[in-house]
C-alpha cells in the first residue's frame, strides 16, 4: 500500500530508457515559437508579459553587473514553474520530486554565484563569515558555523523544493484514494472529502507557482551578495 503512493514519483521509463529528459523538454514545447514579428497572437503577448514581470522582480535588486544573470534566471524560473504545474496534471511524472535534478540545478548555480563573488570581490565575499565587531574568542566557531551556513545553501534549495512537492503530491493522492474508498460506503463523506481535494488542488497550484519562484529569488539573492 505505502509503495503504491509513492510508485508516482519512480522515473518514468521506455523500453528501458528513462524518460525524465522528455519530462523536463516537453514544457519548453508549449511556449510559442517565435515568428517574424515581436508579438503575433495574444498568447506570445501574455507570455512576453509574464516574462517581463519575472525579469524586473528578480533583477530590481541587483546591480548592473547583476544583470547578465537575467537570461539564465528567467529561463530557470520558467521551466521549474511550468513543470511543477504540468506536474499536477493526471497521468503526468513531475520531474522536480527527484532530489537528484533539483541538486543539479541548484548546485551548479550557486557555485557560481560562489564563484563569481571571489572573482570579483574576494574580500567582500570572505568577509561575509565574519560579521563586523565579533568579539575575538568567538570568531572561530563563528567562521565555522558561517562555512557550514554556505555550503548548506544547495541542499537546502534542492531539499526545499522537493519536500513541497513530493508533500503536496502524496497528501493528493491520499486524499483521492479515501474518497475512492469512501463511494460506494458513505457518499456523503466522499463528497466532503472531494471538496477538500479540490481545495488541496488549488492550493498545490499556488505551492508549485510559489516553490519556483522562492527556488529562483534566493538564487538571485546569493547572486546578490557576491556582487
Known sequence: MNLSFFDQFMSPYLLGIPLILLSTLFPALLLPAPGNRWITNRLSTLQSWFLHLITKQLMTPLNKNGHKW???????????????????????????????MN?????????????????????????HLLPEGTPTPLIPALILIETTSLLIRPLALGVRLTANLTAGHLLIQLISTATTALLSIMPAISILTTLILLLLTILEVAVAMIQAYVFVLLLSLYLQENI
Request: proline fraction near 7%; glycine fraction near 6%.
Open 103 to 127: 541538486m543539479a540545478l541548484a548546485f551548479p548555480l550557486w557555485l557560481a554565484t560562489l564563484l563569481t563573488g571571489l572573482r570579483n570581490q574576494p574580500s567582500a565575499s570572505l568577509g
Open 70 to 100: 537575467a537570461l539564465i534566471l528567467t529561463s530557470l524560473m520558467t521551466l521549474l514553474l511550468m513543470i511543477n504545474l504540468l506536474g499536477l496534471l493526471p497521468y503526468t511524472f513531475t520531474p522536480t520530486t527527484q532530489l537528484s
